[in-house]
């Protein structure tokens, strides 16, 4: 049943109240809120298909499992179902293409031949929207990433292919950057790795070195455009070794003063990134968070509002680390349909962030008095607050539907839409 709009200002002012007496003020929470932009991945709508005319299977060592009906086909339904996505999602956000979305006309163009033209619909269509965009290179899923390794593999020739593709992707996104106004920033994820035990773990890390700096060789204006390297614990078929390691990357961002990107599904199963949050800025500029969720060997199922979340929201707000991170997504579930699932991830890392907003000050208080008990026994407490009140009033005031009345939405778009493809 969707709640009214009369009980949603009913609960809402009751609180208001309620937040105010303990010192929070839900209109700056909320305000504070509508200014943080969450990066949607356009890869959940198709499954990590993208649009190249060979379209072949998906590799590197990530998995889509599930065969919902109604994935996107082609750009134009991509941008449909996104725009679906977005009508469901309270805020201004962005969107985070691949390099393999190009709209290439059903020529085929290979990775170390994408140009900005290749992405203008995107962008036109980001313009429209008044939305940011975000890019990454494709290193996987292609022949001559078969083999496991791109940017670090024993062979120049194949090197070479990769870092083009990525030097191409770079100018791609301060294209982006310069149409939109906003700089775009460029994550650069390779799959290279072992399935078993390699004898020379150095010499691939010292070829990705070297690769990363032919890639980042040519200055761009951070003003249109960041670089971003994502680090990873191991993938399916490279379980034994990955070349580009967390403290590979964490290396190599602090020296080269890259942005860094912390994938939450990225780490050993019990390891959060919230703790690396107040650490790893300390000495690189930048944070580019892939927000997922990592169950077992999997490390892409939807976001859920669970403890790891809320942690990494309450390290961003807590230590004002918001204006030095840039917050994306990064799940693909084909098992359900595929905009709740990004509705689902959107809202539930938007709300994490609105209730680490919504933090009592005496939790602080407390802690900085040396009172341990009492901290426990408030930040015990504030889980209590009435956060979703707050929640649903700002997804009224920012006209979207409040609760769970988004399903609904979802529901008649698949029977109008999605059950046709
Ligand atoms: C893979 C990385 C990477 C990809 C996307 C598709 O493990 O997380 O970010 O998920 O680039
Ligand atoms: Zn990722």
Not at 288 to 293: A, E, F, N
Not at 354 to 369: D, H, M, T, V
Request: hydrophobic content about 40%; glycine content about 10%.
């Amino acid at each position: 049943m969707a709640k009214s709009s009369k009980l949603i200002a009913q609960s809402y002012s009751a609180a208001k109240s309620r937040y105010a007496d303990m010192g929070v003020d839900t209109e700056a929470a909320m305000a504070a809120l509508a200014r943080i932009p969450i990066s949607l991945h356009c890869w959940q709508g198709d499954d990590v298909g993208g649009f190249e005319t060979s379209g072949g299977e998906l590799s590197g060592g990530i998995a889509v499992t599930g065969n919902y009906p109604g994935k996107a086909r082609t750009p134009d339904e991509l941008r449909a179902d996104l725009d679906k996505a977005l009508s469901l999602i309270p805020g201004k956000h962005r969107l985070n293409l691949h390099a393999f979305y190009g709209e290439f006309g059903g020529v085929k163009v290979d990775r170390d031949q994408i140009e900005p033209k290749h992405f203008k619909g995107w962008v036109d269509w980001a313009k429209a929207n008044g939305m940011g965009m975000d890019f990454n290179p494709t290193c996987f899923s292609h022949p001559k990433a078969a083999d496991g390794f791109t940017l670090s593999h024993p062979k120049k020739g194949i090197r070479d292919f990769w870092i083009e593709h990525c030097i191409r992707s770079r100018e791609i996104g301060a294209y982006m950057g310069k149409s939109l106004g906003s700089a775009t920033v460029t994550n650069v994820w390779i799959p290279d790795g072992f399935k078993d035990t390699p004898v020379d773990r150095l010499a691939p890390r010292q070829r990705l070195e070297d690769s990363l700096d032919k890639v980042f060789a040519k200055p761009l204006s951070p003003k249109h455009h960041l670089d971003a390297v994502e680090s990873k614990l191991f993938g399916i078929g490279s379980e034994s070794y990955v070349v580009g390691s967390h403290e590979f990357y964490m290396g190599y961002a602090i020296k080269n003063q890259k942005v860094l990107c912390l994938d939450a599904g990225h780490f050993h199963p019990t390891e959060g990134i919230a703790d690396k949050l107040s650490s790893a800025l300390m000495f690189v500029p930048e944070i580019l968070l892939h927000v997922s969720r990592g169950v077992r060997w999997d490390s892409d199922h939807v976001v859920t509002l669970d403890d790891a979340l809320q942690a990494i929201a309450n390290e961003l707000v807590r230590n004002k680390l918001l204006a030095r991170t840039h917050i994306g997504l990064d799940f693909f579930d084909a098992s359900i349909n595929r905009i709740a699932a990004w509705t689902i991830g959107t809202r539930n890392t938007l709300k994490a962030l609105l209730i680490a907003l919504l933090e009592p000050p005496a939790l602080r208080e407390a802690e900085k008095a040396g009172d341990l008990t009492g901290r426990l026994a408030l930040m015990e407490d504030a889980k209590g607050l009435p956060w979703g009140a707050v929640w649903d009033a700002y997804c009224e005031t920012q006209g979207v539907p409040a609760g769970n009345s988004w399903l609904a939405e979802v529901r008649s778009y698949e029977a109008a839409v999605l059950s046709k493809r």
